[in-house]
Antibody, heavy 119, light 109 residues
Framework: QVQLVQSGTEVKKPGSSVKVSCKAS????????ISWVRQTSGQGLEWMGR????????DYAENFQGRVTITADKSANTVSMELSSLRSEDTAVYFC????????????WGQGTLVTVSS | QSALTQPPSASGSPGQSVTFSCTGT?????????VSWYQQHPGKAPKVMIY???KRPSGVPDRFSGSKSGNTASLTVSGLQAEDEADYYC?????????FGGGTKLTVL
């Protein structure tokens, strides 16, 4: 049973970048899609973008275009999400989650990574 | 501001039924039968309870059911149990994006 294991808590300064990783433990990403979803306090869930690791093709939500980059390292069974030009409003818990296809449910989630942006 | 509209809270007593709504547009909920519902307990990752409007993943009790009419999807939890107290989020495929609702906090009285 594949588990998604994310990297640890981050504290960043405004204007900097953060990179969060998501590793498939106990298996591989196979042909799955990996999405990134963030949860800000009181704002619910927000989809940021997705990648098909086997193809390395990513696409992003309009709200994050130009600020987010999602990459995959197939040999390491790891997907990473980098968010740049951080501001205080980016303080959130960031989740990776697996789908079979773009329209499929997010059926396996990482444990979440807290990113705090503060001066 | 979330793309899908959910009431912020709902409540019910053990054994009762409660229904949550999730309103979108013809570009998301109304345009695709790819609505999912997620349950989230405090400090935990969300868990899918319903997908493709009304399908239940293996292991999800049949007390959870979903439906859709036009641009509004609904989740019904029957026979409320204490462990159902959680936040519930709807989600819909929207052509190239995935959109979420703001969530409904369910309190079991």
């Amino acid at each position: 049973q594949v588990q998604l294991v994310q990297s640890g808590t981050e504290v960043k300064k405004p204007g900097s970048s953060v990179k969060v990783s998501c590793k498939a433990s106990g298996g591989t990403f196979s042909r799955h899609v990996i999405s990134w979803v963030r949860q800000t306090s009181g704002q619910g869930l927000e989809w940021m973008g997705r990648i098909i690791p086997i193809l390395g093709i990513a696409d992003y939500a309009e709200n994050f275009q130009g600020r987010v980059t999602i990459t995959a390292d197939k040999s390491a069974n790891t997907v990473s999400m980098e968010l740049s030009s951080l501001r205080s409003e980016d303080t959130a818990v960031y989740f990776c989650a697996r789908q079979d296809f773009d329209w499929s449910p997010l059926d396996c989630w990482g444990q979440g990574t807290l990113v705090t942006v503060s001066s | 501001q979330s793309a899908l509209t959910q009431p912020p809270s709902a409540s019910g007593s053990p054994g009762q039924s409660v229904t949550f709504s999730c309103t979108g547009t013809s570009s998301d909920v109304g345009g695709y039968n790819y609505v999912s519902w997620y349950q989230q307990h405090p400090g935990k990752a969300p868990k899918v309870m319903i997908y493709e409007v009304s399908k239940r993943p293996s292991g999800v009790p049949d007390r959870f059911s979903g439906s859709k009419s036009g641009n509004t999807a609904s989740l019904t939890v029957s026979g409320l149990q204490a462990e159902d107290e959680a936040d519930y989020y709807c989600s819909s495929y929207a052509g190239s994006n995935v959109v979420f609702g703001g969530g409904t906090k369910l309190t079991v009285l």
